[in-house]
């Protein structure tokens, strides 16, 4: 399978603890993005890097949160002293940046409970 | 406000018949769009982008009107497995912008 992966798919923590998520984009995408879907809601954008350098942070991603793309390939997504309010599906995505089209295409999604 | 609007439906519809929906969508320096669909409790999938010449692909048309800042989908001849959630995006500096979707089910 050559599509968008993310691991774990299902994360259930305790309130307070720190949960890291890894994302590993289609191998020749050069960017790569986090989304945070609730219940009802269409997904909303977190971050972005092009390579290994974050280029956009939105203001949904609090102090608590922490996205890396060491060498360009793999993401993970860090959420410290984690809150019920985070308990929500991570989406990645991956695109290649082309003359004609950018299309994000996304993993399967990681979803955390907190409890 | 937010950067898109959705009517969420629900929409429900037999076999055979033709729906249509649509959004809008308030950053009119927006550059590109598109449908996603997405199943219960899975990822969206790229549905088709959307063109101000308007295009199709099979059953699907796709419409937009930069000047109303205004994107539709038509689904004829409607099948039990296009019941989803339609997710109209908005592509703005690279950072996708989804609406909250609207939700089709089409019975036998």
């Known amino acids: 399978d050559t599509g968008v992966s993310q691991n774990p798919r299902h994360k259930i923590t305790k309130r307070g603890q720190n949960v890291t998520f890894r994302c590993d984009p289609i191998s020749e995408h050069n960017r790569l993005y986090w989304y945070r879907q609730t219940l009802g809601q269409g997904p909303e954008f977190l971050t972005y890097f092009q390579n290994e350098a974050q280029l956009e942070k939105s203001r949904l991603l609090s102090d608590r949160f922490s996205a890396e793309r060491p060498k360009g390939s793999f993401s993970t997504l860090e959420i410290q002293r984690t809150e019920q309010g985070d308990s929500a599906m991570y989406l990645c995505a991956s695109s290649l940046v082309a003359a004609s089209t950018d299309t994000q295409y996304f993993g399967p999604g990681t979803r955390l409970t907190v409890l | 406000r937010k950067e898109v609007e959705q009517d969420p439906g629900p929409f429900n519809v037999p076999e055979g018949a033709t729906v249509a929906f649509n959004c809008t969508y308030s950053?009119?320096?927006?550059?590109?769009f598109f449908w996603y669909r997405q199943d219960c409790r899975k990822e969206p999938k790229l549905l088709m982008s959307v063109y101000s010449s308007g295009n199709e692909d099979g059953r699907f048309t796709a419409q937009l009107n930069r000047a109303s800042q205004y994107i539709s989908l038509l689904i004829r001849d409607s099948k039990l497995s296009d019941s989803a959630t339609y997710l109209c995006?908005?592509?703005?500096?690279?950072?996708?912008?989804f609406g909250a979707g609207t939700t089709v089910t089409v019975r036998a």
């Open positions: 995006v908005v592509n703005n500096d690279y950072k996708l912008s």
């Open positions: 950053n009119s320096a927006s550059q590109s």
